[in-house]
């Protein structure tokens, strides 16, 4: 699938639903649950077709990164269900820390 920033993409596993930060500049497999991602605002699933391998979850306003892709995804709505990038759990992205002020 070829992303595009901006884009809403939803499960067909479970409830979860991203918004593209940033996107690869070449196609990739996302998938939430095991199964590929579709465009779209809401997840359509209910859980049961979650591959037992990946039932990570997502958190809302969380950002996920795969950086071997070069791609970053917005949480918009939690799920039971991990994602993945090529068969590559993408992470959640750490805050960066802010500067001291002594």
């Known amino acids: 699938m070829i992303l595009k920033?901006?884009?809403a993409l939803a499960s067909t596993t479970d409830a979860t639903a991203l918004?593209?930060?940033?996107?690869?500049t070449r196609d990739i497999a996302l998938t939430c649950g095991g199964a590929e991602?579709?465009?779209?605002?809401a997840g359509v699933g209910d859980g049961?077709?979650?591959s037992p391998a990946h039932r990570?979850?997502?958190?809302?306003g969380k950002r996920y990164v795969d950086e071997e892709?070069?791609?970053e995804v917005l949480c918009t709505k939690a799920g039971d269900a991990s994602l993945a990038?090529?068969?590559r759990p993408l992470e959640v992205k750490q805050a960066k820390p802010l500067p001291s002020s002594d």
């Open 19 to 24: 918004i593209v930060v940033r996107a690869p």
């Open 48 to 50: 049961s077709g979650i």
């Open 37 to 41: 991602m579709v465009a779209g605002r």
């Open 5 to 7: 920033v901006g884009q």
């Open 69 to 71: 892709a070069g791609l």
């Open 56 to 60: 990570g979850g997502t958190l809302l």
């Open 85 to 87: 990038v090529d068969d």
